[in-house]
């Protein structure tokens, strides 16, 4: 069966992917914001405070308790930063009614919906509307580790600077995780002010996959009329799916110092998306970079054994193509060479092999194949490429990557253009 989206109003979206193969099954209910970096400060921590308790299920424990009575049911509430907005997500699973007593998987997903309603609608505040207040000093102290810890990881730090940099000034640069003046600034009010904001103007896109029937579609159908009467006569905010891309004109080269002993290199391209083919784009970062049979791979690692790893990752949504490698510093210009020459290999379709366009293609085609492995992941990548602005039938993605040729792709190469060098640069050699 293929994906049936309905679009119910203006700004309310329901969609089911159909699949019959699992035991559990998967309700999303996702809500998109305007990507500001207050927003991301104020949803990271709503997300973390609506998971805490409710006014009926004070704690994780009652709620834990409340969902373990629905045949261990369990729920996510999480903030996504995508290119171009913000996502409050409330993600639920739960057993299929083919695996319980009586097949009462009706009345399961009636409590589920029942808490999210509840997460939505009574949130844990006093009488004065205050969150609690030690529940708020616990999770700012969490979302503060888990941003400290970025800097840790020197890959992550390493792309989240590379973006910092390369986007200036745009959404695309901020944090996703935040910053720590933005948490610490975080108020009881301003909690109240983002969840108001998502019932009654957010656009809501709720998912479910899995083994649909009637009874679960009355049952879905009766929480997007409680969604749309949330808003009240409020209106759903416009918000564009395309990100705004800087476009830039010079090329920039920044080196900055780190303590570790590794350096990191990321390359930064742009692409031009208005010559190529989407599918082509693919299948040439895959070749380029993409897979342990790359060129990348197997000429700057193997071959002249200039890095430890090397990989290029394409993103679509915004037509950019970052090349990731870990090295030692005085390797850089060595490894950055090499890796233009590659690319420039690859502009010409004679040097493309076919054993390596065919290996490229099964790579992609056995990924999208295996995204319906599960429920969740399924409605994970569909909500990803959806909001994204991007095609949700997989079978397309398929099909389209299968007719990619060798010129395509040299197309694709010939379209690629540096746009930032960045280097994070250790202390020394190991």
Known sequence: MKIDERTLKKGLEFTVLPNE??????????????????????????????????????????????????YSASLNVSHIALPASLCLRISCSFLDERYLPGGDTVSVLSGVIALIKEMLECPLVNDSGEWNAEYMESEKNNLLDELRAQKNSKDSY????????????????????????????????????????????????????GNFTAEKEKKCLELTDY???LRAGGKATDIDRSPEIPDIIEFKNVTEETDAKQSRMLLGYGVDKSKTNMYARMVFSEIFGGSPVSRLFTNVRERMSLCYYCQSIYRESIGKLTVRSGLDAENRDKAAKETERQLGLLCDSGNITETELEAAKKSLINNYKSIKDG????????LGVKLGG????????IGGISEVTAVQVADVAKSVRPEISYLLAGAAKE
């Open 158 to 209: 390493a792309m989240l600077r590379l973006n910092e940099i390369w986007y200036e000034g745009y959404s695309l640069a901020l944090n996703p995780g935040g910053t720590e003046s933005g948490i610490l600034a975080v108020t009881s009010a301003d909690l109240s002010e983002y969840l108001d904001a998502v019932k009654k103007s957010a656009p809501v896109t709720l998912v479910y996959a």
């Open 227 to 229: 969604l749309s009467n």
């Open 21 to 70: 193969k699992f035991k559990t099954e998967v309700l999303v209910v996702n809500f998109q914001m305007p990507k500001t970096e207050k927003n991301i400060a104020v949803g990271n921590l709503l997300a973390k405070m609506i998971s805490r308790g409710t006014k009926k299920h004070e704690n994780t424990l009652k709620i834990n308790r409340y969902l373990a009575g629905l």
């Open 375 to 382: 429920n969740g992941q399924y409605a994970s990548w569909y």
């Open 390 to 397: 991007l095609d949700t039938d997989i079978d397309g993605y």
